[in-house]
């Protein structure tokens, strides 16, 4: 008999260092590569895998992500499938998730009431592509207790991450967490194992940790408070995400996995999926990333006066449904859907999300505009560092990020 597995997706946090793009949303909801969320990744992974039974803790600022959830992932409730958000409901006093531990802690009640053999347990903020079954063939065929999926990140920056030691076999010894003098990997001293996140549990063994945990002052987090004394007591594996093997994929894209936490990252994931030969590609069929669906016309490219300069076109980009490119250059750019860019203007390295407006004339550049804000006529960005810090948030390497419903002069 197969074995009962129930996930958990974790979607509570900040995402502090996307500010200014959550403010008003949480991390998971923020908008991806034009036409997705964040979130529809790690769901994506998860239905494509066969695992249809998903609980979504949610918690900051979650109306955005709830209403996307709520429209786009629908299953089958026939076939006991379900996608189903569970905001804090502080079951243990009045207080917010503690940590990614507490926030399992908190919610209990959901383990109990499914009575799985196993749970996944998965955060909701990276971008990749991983069929899940190889992950618990490995934690069911070695009999372990946890089993944490991690991908191999070269040694000088593995001081960023909670590294894994492991032994020739594959099972954890020692868990780092941002270690300044990090063990390398066996058989590759110049590379070390990164936690993704993403763990599969014994569901006893889930429960008594985080019952231990919860009982600690700790920082409730399954890196630091729960991987750092299991192995030493538990039979605990590690997962090489470089071996997985995902149907349709180019070898190129093998161990593709981005934390999306800051604007540079996002930015530059973003910029991946534009390149002629993608590392990251969304038109693998064979392992579709599922979103919701705009019901709205397709996208439309108008004028064509190549000797007056008014000519709606666009080059290494990605242009989304409703879109209307009215007679201006879009070069290297993505657009989510309903946006229009008007004539004469310039638009390049930059990332408009839904509703967004370009004035003619206008002339963008390495930024990220958020929903519906209405670019000015003849407005530059991306041009002049100074006026930008000014008014926008700038990043270090200087991407322009303009709030959610900014008005412009």
């Given at each position: 008999?197969?074995?009962?597995?129930?996930?958990?997706?974790?979607?509570?946090?900040?995402?502090?260092?996307?500010?200014?793009?959550?403010?008003?949303?949480?991390?998971?909801?923020?908008?991806?590569?034009?036409?997705?969320?964040?979130?529809?990744?790690?769901l994506s992974n998860l239905v494509n895998s066969g695992f249809f039974r998903i609980k979504i803790l949610?918690?900051?600022k979650s109306e955005s992500l709830n209403s996307h959830l709520s429209r786009a992932w629908r299953l089958?409730?026939?076939?006991?499938?379900?996608?189903?958000?569970?905001?804090?409901?502080?079951?243990?006093?009045?207080?917010?998730?503690?940590?990614?531990?507490?926030?399992?802690?908190?919610?209990?009640?959901?383990?109990?009431?499914?009575?799985?053999?196993?749970?996944?347990?998965?955060?909701?903020?990276?971008?990749?592509?991983?069929?899940?079954?190889?992950?618990?063939?490995?934690?069911?065929?070695?009999?372990?207790?946890?089993?944490?999926?991690?991908?191999?990140?070269?040694?000088?920056?593995?001081?960023?991450?909670?590294?894994?030691?492991?032994?020739?076999?594959?099972?954890?010894?020692?868990?780092?967490?941002?270690?300044?003098?990090?063990?390398?990997?066996?058989?590759?001293?110049?590379?070390?194992?990164?936690?993704?996140?993403?763990?599969?549990?014994?569901?006893?063994?889930?429960?008594?940790?985080?019952?231990?945990?919860?009982?600690?002052?700790?920082?409730?987090?399954?890196?630091?408070?729960?991987?750092?004394?299991?192995?030493?007591?538990?039979?605990?594996?590690?997962?090489?995400?470089?071996?997985?093997?995902?149907?349709?994929?180019?070898?190129?894209?093998?161990?593709?996995?981005?934390?999306?936490?800051?604007?540079?990252?996002?930015?530059?994931?973003?910029?991946?999926?534009?390149?002629?030969?993608?590392?990251?590609?969304?038109?693998?069929?064979?392992?579709?990333?599922?979103?919701?669906?705009?019901?709205?016309?397709?996208?439309?490219?108008?004028?064509?006066?190549?000797?007056?300069?008014?000519?709606?076109?666009?080059?290494?980009?990605?242009?989304?449904?409703?879109?209307?490119?009215?007679?201006?250059?879009?070069?290297?750019?993505?657009?989510?859907?309903?946006?229009?860019?008007?004539?004469?203007?310039?638009?390049?390295?930059?990332?408009?999300?839904?509703?967004?407006?370009?004035?003619?004339?206008?002339?963008?550049?390495?930024?990220?505009?958020?929903?519906?804000?209405?670019?000015?006529?003849?407005?530059?960005?991306?041009?002049?560092?100074?006026?930008?810090?000014?008014?926008?948030?700038?990043?270090?390497?200087?991407?322009?990020?303009?709030?959610?419903?900014?008005?412009?002069?």
């Open positions: 008999m197969a074995s009962k597995i129930l996930s958990m997706v974790l979607a509570g946090g900040e995402g502090r260092r996307l500010d200014p793009l959550t403010r008003d949303r949480a991390k998971p909801a923020v908008p991806f590569g034009g036409r997705y969320r964040i979130v529809d990744f790690v949610t918690q900051y089958s409730t026939v076939l006991g499938h379900y996608i189903e958000t569970v905001p804090a409901q502080m079951r243990t006093g009045p207080e917010w998730y503690k940590g990614s531990a507490d926030a399992i802690y908190q919610n209990l009640n959901l383990i109990t009431d499914e009575e799985p053999d196993h749970v996944l347990v998965f955060g909701s903020d990276h971008i990749y592509r991983m069929d899940v079954r190889q992950l618990l063939d490995l934690h069911v065929s070695s009999n372990a207790d946890c089993t944490v999926a991690a991908i191999p990140v070269p040694l000088k920056e593995a001081h960023q991450f909670g590294i894994c030691q492991v032994d020739p076999q594959g099972r954890l010894i020692e868990f780092l967490e941002k270690p300044k003098d990090p063990p390398p990997m066996p058989g590759k001293s110049d590379m070390a194992l990164a936690s993704m996140g993403n763990y599969v549990f014994k569901t006893d063994v889930l429960v008594r940790e985080v019952v231990r945990d919860a009982g600690t002052k700790s920082s409730h987090d399954f890196g630091k408070s729960i991987l750092t004394e299991l192995f030493r007591a538990s039979r605990v594996m590690v997962y090489d995400f470089a071996t997985n093997a995902i149907p349709g994929q180019g070898e190129r894209e093998r161990g593709y996995w981005r934390d999306v936490g800051t604007i540079e990252s996002y930015f530059a994931s973003n910029m991946d999926l534009i390149d002629i030969d993608p590392v990251f590609s969304l038109y693998n069929e064979r392992w579709p990333l599922h979103s919701m669906h705009h019901d709205v016309p397709p996208a439309k490219f108008i004028f064509s006066d190549r000797e007056g300069g008014r000519v709606g076109f666009a080059t290494d980009s990605l242009i989304s449904e409703g879109c209307i490119i009215s007679g201006g250059h879009l070069h290297r750019t993505i657009l989510s859907p309903m946006v229009r860019i008007n004539s004469y203007s310039d638009v390049s390295e930059s990332i408009l999300f839904e509703g967004v407006q370009v004035g003619r004339h206008a002339r963008i550049r390495r930024a990220i505009i958020d929903k519906n804000v209405v670019i000015p006529p003849n407005m530059q960005i991306g041009y002049d560092p100074d006026a930008d810090r000014k008014r926008f948030p700038v990043s270090e390497s200087g991407i322009v990020v303009i709030p959610k419903g900014m008005r412009l002069e």
